[in-house]
């Protein structure tokens, strides 16, 4: 299931750091095992839905930004960082040279759904393919926060009422949008849109960062592209959506929540994010995956050395106690020995 030297390494921590001086549980699980968990959930996912096998010629690829000469492809979606991607990306692609125009100019790239179906087959067949989600709920309160002043929105959600334009909530918004409709297409707008419609997931990504770690990930994503040298993801910024997503979502009911999570639902199983229970909780993306992970490691590991084990039962029972996660884990070693 799991390429054992990955597993091999990930176990392998340089003097066993954190055994004396260094907490143990301050090391995170490798990027490249992340990675690895996500890809694996993608296509476990995807393979649930129903198989669109025409998705070359019928599928959106307006956003994805092909790079020739880096034989790499990048599907952005748009509130995920998309503008600094794609100043990044236009640097990649021109030594390092920064873009002067508006990074939104379709014509400082070449975009896949330009290429002929047996083209655009060949470049994802050969291609290094990444892209960055972030938690669904959050894009869409990002959305709102970006959009609330500017004209046209208001005019969208309140068309015939001139004097709310400058009381426009966040309730209003998801109401109009996303509620009535009870599901987004093709036809929606990009900011609103289901990631599914946007980066199908038919496409087997070689890389699936999340922007809850943007600069690490981002970082890690320039230097397997090869433009690490002479390109450098911007230094990271904490969300400025994120303090806004309790006064947002407390305009809903949980019955709306519900409806809202049901609308995005494929979304959340691709990518690996948990359901916010209510809008006090502020989960993050990775934390279920790293149950199955570790859980993955002790299964693969238990034909070891029995040292092996033991050793990963350290491993597990520091990480669950850092992550707070209610699993037993003297019995699930029980059971595996």
Not at 37 to 47: A, G, S, T, Y
Not at 125 to 138: I, L, Q, T
Not at 265 to 273: A, C, I, M, T
Request: charged fraction near 25%.
């Amino acid at each position: 299931m799991y390429d054992k030297q990955l597993i091999v390494e990930e176990l392998q921590w340089p003097q066993l750091e954190g055994l004396n001086n260094t907490p143990f549980t301050d090391r995170p699980l490798s990027l490249n095992f992340l990675m690895l968990r996500r890809k694996q959930l993608l296509q476990d996912q995807c393979f649930r839905k129903p198989q669109n096998p025409l998705y070359i010629e019928e599928a959106d690829f307006s956003r994805f930004i092909v790079i020739e000469k880096l034989r790499f492809v990048f599907c952005f979606i748009p509130k995920v960082s998309c503008a600094t991607w794609k100043r990044v990306l236009y640097a990649a692609e021109n030594m390092g040279k920064a873009t002067g125009f508006n990074p939104h100019k379709r014509i400082l790239f070449k975009w896949l759904s330009d290429y002929t179906p047996s083209k655009r087959k060949e470049i994802l067949d050969s291609y290094y393919k990444a892209m960055f989600v972030r938690h669904p709920f959050e894009r869409l309160a990002s959305a709102y926060r970006d959009k609330k002043k500017k004209k046209w929105f208001q005019r969208l959600i309140y068309p015939e009422n001139e004097e709310l334009w400058g009381k426009i909530k966040f309730s209003a918004f998801i109401r109009r949008e996303l509620l009535t409709r009870n599901k987004t297409t093709l036809q929606t707008n990009q900011h609103r849109r289901s990631y599914e419609q946007i980066c199908p997931c038919e496409v087997k990504f070689d890389f699936i960062g999340h922007f809850e770690n943007l600069f690490e990930e981002a970082g890690r994503l320039l230097n397997i592209i090869g433009v690490y040298d002479y390109v450098k993801f911007p230094e990271y910024r904490p969300s400025k959506t994120q303090p806004y997503m309790q006064e947002y979502y407390s305009e809903l009911t949980t019955s709306e929540i519900s409806q809202l999570y049901e609308i995005f639902e494929l979304d959340f199983k691709l990518y690996g994010y948990d359901r916010l229970p209510s809008p006090l909780e502020n989960n993050t993306s990775d934390d279920f995956l790293y149950i199955s992970v570790l859980s993955d490691i002790v299964c693969c590991c238990c034909r070891w050395p029995v040292g092996g084990i033991e050793y990963v039962g350290f491993l597990f029972s520091s990480r669950v106690l850092y992550y707070k996660l209610r699993v037993s884990v003297s019995n699930l070693l029980q059971e595996y020995r």
